[in-house]
């Protein structure tokens, strides 16, 4: 009798233990259906593909316009301005008319700018090729500028080195080397005033690509909160998990 009880038990006991099994492993795979830390949902390729595609698409319709003429310098948001130790040559200019040699000066920063530009190109091509799957989940879930920011992590210093000598070879070929020598000449010569002598290269490389990127986060925001930027249907379906 109590052999018959045990092995009631034991049956039982097997059976629990087989539910159980079958629940957690069926509880696994909603989880890793779901768009949050402990799974996407969607094969990894597809995600990747997804964010590259993404990426690609703010390359190619932001960046591309900066090197076009005027690209920085009629676009507000990121024009270049004089740095501020150079904000008071300006006004100074201005105040004693001559205010089209001050235009023509920060023309020339905008023009080197969109010169450098050109360059980005390829070094964001290789950087959004390198993209991992952990990459992917944390850009996907991360913050409307994640994407951005993983390129600007992974290509700053390698777009200064490009930038910066495209940028002192463009100040040359514009006259902008002339152009600020005659600015910062006249404006030393007016009286009582604190000579300047700033490194305009350097500060005008380091604006560039803020405006490089900076126009890539516009498009990115762009796809991750407009549904209509969604042009294909790749970004529909990996950008619908971040909804």
């Known amino acids: ?27 696994q ?6 768009p ?10 597809t995600i990747a593909k997804g964010l ?23 676009n507000q948001l990121v024009k270049i301005t004089l740095p501020q130790e150079l904000q008071k040559v300006d006004q100074t200019l201005r105040d004693i008319g001559l205010g089209s040699l001050a235009d023509e000066g920060l023309k020339v920063l905008n023009r080197a700018a969109e010169d450098a530009v050109r360059e980005a190109t390829p070094i964001f091509v290789n ?23 993983y390129l600007e992590q992974r290509t700053t210093n390698a777009l200064y080195s490009k930038f910066n000598p495209v940028i002192k070879t463009s100040f040359s070929k514009v006259g902008a080397d002339q152009i600020w020598s005659n600015i910062i000449t006249k404006y030393n010569s007016v009286p009582f005033v604190t000579r300047v ?23 990115e925001k762009q796809i991750r909160n407009n549904i209509s930027a969604r042009t294909t249907p790749l970004l529909k379906q990996v950008f619908a998990l971040q909804d």
């Open 127 to 149: 950087a959004v090729k390198e993209i991992t799957f952990t990459d992917a989940k944390n850009i996907l879930l991360g913050a409307d500028n994640a994407a951005t920011q």
């Open 197 to 219: 002598n700033p490194d305009l290269t350097d500060y005008v490389t380091n604006e560039a690509l803020k405006g490089v990127y900076k126009m890539i986060s516009i498009e």
């Open 29 to 34: 795979h909603v989880v890793d259906t779901l």
């Open 1 to 27: 009798m109590i052999n018959i009880k045990y092995m009631r038990f034991k049956k039982i006991l097997l059976l629990c233990t087989t539910f159980a099994l079958i629940s957690c492993a069926e509880l």
């Open 36 to 45: 949050n830390q402990s799974g996407i949902g969607i094969d990894t390729n």
């Open 52 to 74: 590259r595609q993404a990426l690609d698409l703010g390359i190619d319709k932001q960046v591309t316009k900066l090197t076009q003429k005027d690209g920085f310098y009629k």
